[in-house]
């Protein structure tokens, strides 16, 4: 599993515009990507801290093909978006996952 993270900062006066847009151009843009398992937009609960959008790939070529696909150019139109005060992207690989019936505690 390939997944990708980008911190959006917003200012607090755009935060709203920006969560609706945010939502709308995922279900826009993102149902049918080949490989995406999982989008997600996180919401910050604390001062100081961006949103953070994940997706979830099953690999890493299939993240490199959403970025030279139509969804990918349709979900970052420019002009347009509402304006954020930074983003930082960074990549991850899954090293350890427990889902399910691994939670378990043990003798269950």
């Known amino acids: 599993m390939f997944i990708v993270a980008n911190e ?10 920006f969560e609706s847009a945010f939502a ?9 990507v080949p490989g995406l398992l999982r989008a997600s937009l996180l919401a910050p609960r604390e001062t100081g801290h961006g949103y953070v959008s994940t997706l979830e790939f099953e690999s890493e070529d299939a993240y ?22 930074s983003s930082s992207l960074s990549t991850y690989s899954v090293h350890t996952d427990l889902t399910g019936g691994d939670l378990a505690a043990p003798g269950e």
């Open 8 to 17: 959006l900062v917003v200012d607090e006066m755009n935060q709203a515009q």
């Open 64 to 85: 490199r093909a959403y970025l030279e696909s139509s969804a990918f150019r349709a979900a970052h139109p420019w002009p347009g978006r509402v304006p954020l005060v």
């Open 24 to 32: 709308q151009s995922m279900r826009a843009t993102l149902p049918g």
